[in-house]
C-alpha cells in the first residue's frame, strides 16, 4: 500500500474531524447510550479509500484518548474503526448501504464486548444500543454524506 498525497490529504483531514466532532460531543460519544456523530466517516471510505480508512483509524485513535473507559477504548476502538472502514472500502461490491451496514455491525457487537462490562449493563442491551446509535450515524447521517460528496466529486463542483 502505497499513500499518495490525495490519501495523506484524505486521512488528515477525516482524523481531525472524527477526532474534534467525537471529543466535542463528549458522553453522546462515549456512553453505552451513544450516538457517535463522528462514526458517519466511516462508510466515506467506500469513496476516499485507503486515505479515509486511516483516516477514521488514527481519529478514533486521538479521540479515545478522552474516553472515560480507558486504555481497552483506545486500543480496540481503533482497530474496530479499521475493520469497519477497510470492509467498506474493499467489500462493499458498489454497494453504498452495505458499505453503511458494515460499520454498525462491526462497532455495536465490538465496541459492546468491552463497554457492558465497564458500564455493568448486559451486554445484548449494550449491542443494541449501540446499534441505534451507529445505525444514525453510519445510515441516516453517513449515507446521505456519503451520497452528496459522491455527487460532488463526480459534477467537479467545488
Known sequence: MVLDIRDIG?????????????????????????????????????LFGWGSVIGVTV??????????????DVVVGPLLNFLAALLSYKYSFKNRVLACIYPV???????????????????????????VGETVSSM?????????LEKRLKTGVG
Open 10 to 46: 484524505v486521512a488528515t483531514t477525516v482524523a481531525a474531524l472524527y477526532a474534534v466532532v467525537t471529543v466535542a460531543l463528549g458522553d453522546l460519544s462515549f456512553s453505552w447510550l451513544q450516538v457517535r456523530v463522528s462514526d458517519a466517516l466511516l462508510p466515506l471510505s467506500y
Open 59 to 72: 481519529g478514533c485513535l486521538i479521540a479515545n484518548l478522552f474516553s472515560p473507559v480507558g486504555l481497552i
Open 105 to 131: 455491525l462491526v462497532v455495536s457487537i465490538g465496541v459492546s464486548t468491552y463497554l457492558h462490562t465497564f458500564y455493568g449493563v448486559p451486554y445484548l442491551l449494550t449491542v443494541f444500543t449501540i446499534a
Open 140 to 148: 441516516l447521517i453517513g449515507y446521505p454524506l456519503l451520497l452528496a
